[in-house]
């Protein structure tokens, strides 16, 4: 019996969930955490998510803005991106079939700071915007990621207010240590095969 790409990801969903169940409360959240703060205001609302990594900045701004190899700590997605001003970049899934996420880069200053407009290719929101700046600080780097351009919570917000926190946890600890917290590597199993299933197909890069 051949099962639709949907229902396929239902069982695995279904399957890694069990795994999560078995793995307990403390194992899910265990490992580096980053927390995001909600703001709100005339502009709409945002996301301002502010931490340290161990690591210098230019290891930090790698992590951020590296093409071409899966990032372990983004559900081993693959950035491809032309790295200017008004050039373009998307993530996809490891084969490069499956469409992430993708957007205009607005402002490069590395390893400082950058700002790109965001749309996840399964959702119809609006694009908003990710601001990142990095300042090198004793024994590593502050981060601060704020992302905005939200007229009201949309689906996108109230996605990434619990993505960004995952997702940048799982960066710090991969740069400091070159480990991923067993939290990280479960929503990794959960999710991974999900988005080859039911993301948008991407064009081959250009």
């Given amino acids: 019996m051949v099962l639709r790409p949907v229902f396929r990801w239902l069982l695995w969903t279904a399957a890694a969930a069990v795994v999560v169940a078995v793995a307990g409360t403390v194992a899910l959240f265990s490992g580096s955490t980053v927390a995001c703060d909600e703001q709100g205001g005339d502009a709409g609302p945002a996301l301002r998510c502010a931490f340290e990594v161990a690591a210098d900045r230019e290891a930090v701004w790698a992590g ?114 070159g480990e991923l917290p067993l939290r990280a590597r479960i929503y990794t199993a959960i999710f991974k095969p999900g988005m080859k299933s039911v993301s948008a197909r991407a064009e081959p890069w250009r």
């Fill in 64 to 177: 951020f803005v590296a093409t071409g190899e899966p990032r372990p700590y983004y559900f081993d997605a693959v950035l491809q991106a032309d790295l200017r001003p008004g050039g373009r970049w998307r993530f996809v899934t490891d084969d490069l079939r499956r469409l992430l996420a993708g957007g205009e880069i607005l402002v490069l200053e590395p390893p400082r700071r950058f700002a790109q407009t965001f749309a996840a290719a399964d959702l119809d929101d609006a694009p908003s915007r990710i601001t990142v700046e990095l300042e090198a600080v004793p024994g590593g780097t502050s981060v601060v990621l704020v992302h905005d351009g939200f007229a009201v919570e949309t689906t996108t917000y109230r996605r990434f207010r619990r993505a960004h926190p995952l997702a940048l946890s799982a960066m710090k600890s991969w740069l400091e240590s």
